[in-house]
């Protein structure tokens, strides 16, 4: 799925932004108190000076890294000297973790120098776009950070299409015997493939 449609970004001084996709979400801005976080979705965190950030996972030992991987509901703290972070939140359920870039398939410091300047590289492009002409002519989400599509989960044709009609409204209602008439499913098999 695209990460493009329905694209909102924030845009505020000292090159804070927040651009919010339907399966991606980019953040530049402060990173806030040291406490523990559990990500709905992937997490990679990213320093924007190039100075080690620190990590540790669920109460462990804290790890030192540029680049911070911390996948779904993982329990972490995160911190740095400098008050800023990059961060990327990816969607679970948008990816194959299986065939993620191997640097992405980790949990905690993971050595990726070229990644991070990408990133950062990344963001002083969205600032000058969001100054010039807004979120509109943002480019893809993964192509600006990972240099091409990540791998989508391999679902049955059907349940895409339903899941590309809802997040292309996700206010629209769904129920889902509605939902499985539209792809040509009884009740009970749209059920099982979709969970």
């Known amino acids: 799925m695209a990460a493009r449609r329905t694209t909102t970004a924030l845009r505020s001084s000292e090159g804070r932004l927040m651009w919010l996709g339907p399966t991606r979400v980019f953040y530049a801005g402060l990173l806030g108190a040291t406490s523990y976080r559990s990500l709905g979705g992937h997490g990679v965190y990213v320093s924007p000076t190039g100075e080690p950030l620190r990590m540790r996972v669920a109460g462990g030992a804290w790890h030192c890294g540029e680049v911070l991987v911390v996948p779904a509901r993982v329990s972490h703290q995160v911190a740095t000297a400098h008050p800023q972070i990059l961060n990327l939140l990816l969607e679970s359920e948008s990816l194959d973790r299986a065939r993620l870039p191997s640097f992405l398939r980790h949990c905690g410091p993971v050595d990726a120098p070229g990644f991070a300047q990408r990133v950062r590289d990344g963001h002083a492009r969205l600032l000058a776009l969001a100054d010039q002409d807004g979120p509109a002519s943002f480019p893809d989400f993964d192509a600006l950070f990972f240099g091409a599509t990540l791998p989508p989960p391999v679902l049955d044709a ?8 809802i997040v292309a409204d996700p206010a629209a209602p769904s129920p889902a015997e509605a939902c499985a008439a539209a ?3 009884s009740f009970s098999r749209f059920l099982h493939l979709f969970k």
């Not at 059907?158 to 009609?165: G, H, K, M, N, P």
């Open 183 to 185: 792809v040509g499913l």
């Open 158 to 165: 059907r349940i895409r299409a339903v899941i590309e009609r």
